[in-house]
């Protein structure tokens, strides 16, 4: 038995499912019970299933339960809150009113390490430069990287505004740079190019000054 022709296909698997579950009563009962050697009965049978079929029954019979008010904000809460199970070692954040400036001999250039990891194999800075500010010539033994986010800086022919990227291969030589009107930078350069040792020589030489002119 073949479905009528003008009869929404979807209603005929329906009526399969309804006849699989024995919810079928008078007229649509017989008619259907001819229809269990019906491949296309057999197909809506399949396709819907008992489970699918006691489920939609089970929604008819218990509405939709609207939500209450604060159900969505206590959900997004605990997306939003850190899973206990990851290792609090693994997350690190600083503000930007958090963590320590070092400046460099000639007291115009300063920097904040944000990541100076052993593992990672190269260290995060954030370079601030006043007005006028030189960057002497130096060589760096890895890869140096830097990002301009303000100001201005002068280097191998050519300047450096907001955005601009520079980049130095490992082994290179980094002629004398200059700021005209200051600058800041993000900083990204392998461990052993960072100048740790030139701020804590500039630092213990700046404490003997003080203490020298205070005596």
């Not at 007229?27 to 296309?40: G, L, Q, R, T």
Request: charged fraction near 20%.
């Amino acid at each position: 038995m073949n479905p009528p022709s003008n009869q929404p296909r979807d209603l005929a698997a329906e009526l399969a499912a309804l006849h699989g579950v024995g919810a079928l009563d008078g007229e649509d009962a017989a008619a259907m019970a001819h229809c269990d050697d019906c491949p296309f009965g057999r197909l809506a049978l399949a396709a819907l299933g008992f489970e699918e079929t006691a489920a939609a029954i089970a929604a008819t019979a218990f509405p939709p339960v609207a939500p209450s008010a604060g159900l969505k904000e206590s959900i997004m809460a605990r997306i939003s809150a850190p899973d206990p199970a990851t290792d609090e070692a693994e997350v690190h954040f600083t503000a930007h009113d958090e963590g320590e400036w070092q400046t460099l001999p000639g007291g115009k250039i300063r920097l904040k390490t944000l990541s100076d990891i052993e593992q990672a194999g190269h260290a995060m800075i954030l370079l601030e430069a006043a007005p006028g500010a030189v960057f002497f010539p130096h060589s760096h033994a890895g890869m140096e990287e830097i990002f301009l986010i303000s100001g201005d800086l002068s280097t191998n022919g050519r300047v450096l505004g907001p955005g601009d990227y520079l980049r130095h291969a490992a082994g290179t030589q980094h002629h004398k740079a200059t700021s005209q009107h200051g600058c800041r930078a993000l900083l990204v350069t392998a461990r052993e190019n960072h100048p740790r040792k030139a701020i804590g020589a500039y630092s213990e030489l700046r404490n003997l000054m003080k203490g020298f002119i205070g005596n």
